[in-house]
């Protein structure tokens, strides 16, 4: 069983930055592809980024890509350091574990079994 919890979640202005943490209550951690996804009210959830089980590889949506950076510790930490915030990244921030089925490469929230409870992230302009 994976457990996941977030934090680091809040209100910010647009331009500023936030850090999301994820711990993770898992043996094997370092078998498992990670993954950070949002949703936004009236929306579906998306992808925003996932890392490999080493770290090695990782991949963005086209939102976020220059200004996010996901990344993995050896403490069964994951990581999402949100640089130049915008209003349109206000969303619900969920962290997610899987096993790197096909198609967690490009993002796919159904790759991912195991999820957080959230954090909020509010960007005002």
């Known amino acids: 069983q994976v457990q996941l919890v977030e934090s680091g979640g809040g209100s910010v202005q647009a331009g500023r930055s936030l850090r999301l943490s994820c711990a993770a209550s898992?043996?094997?951690?370092?078998?498992?592809?990670m993954g950070w996804f949002r949703q936004a009210p009236g929306k579906e959830r998306e992808g925003v980024a996932t890392i490999s089980p080493s770290g090695s590889y990782t991949y963005y949506s086209d939102s976020v890509k220059g200004r996010f950076t996901i990344s993995r510790d050896n403490a069964n930490t994951l990581y999402l350091q949100m640089n130049s915030l915008k209003p349109e990244d206000t969303a619900m921030y969920y962290c997610?574990?899987?096993?790197?089925?096909?198609?967690?490469?490009?993002?796919?929230?159904?790759?991912?079994?195991?999820w957080g409870q959230g954090t909020q992230v509010t960007v005002s302009s």
């Open positions: 997610a574990a899987g096993s790197c089925p096909t198609g967690w490469r490009v993002l796919l929230p159904r790759t991912f079994s195991y």
């Open positions: 898992v043996y094997t951690y370092d078998k498992y592809c």
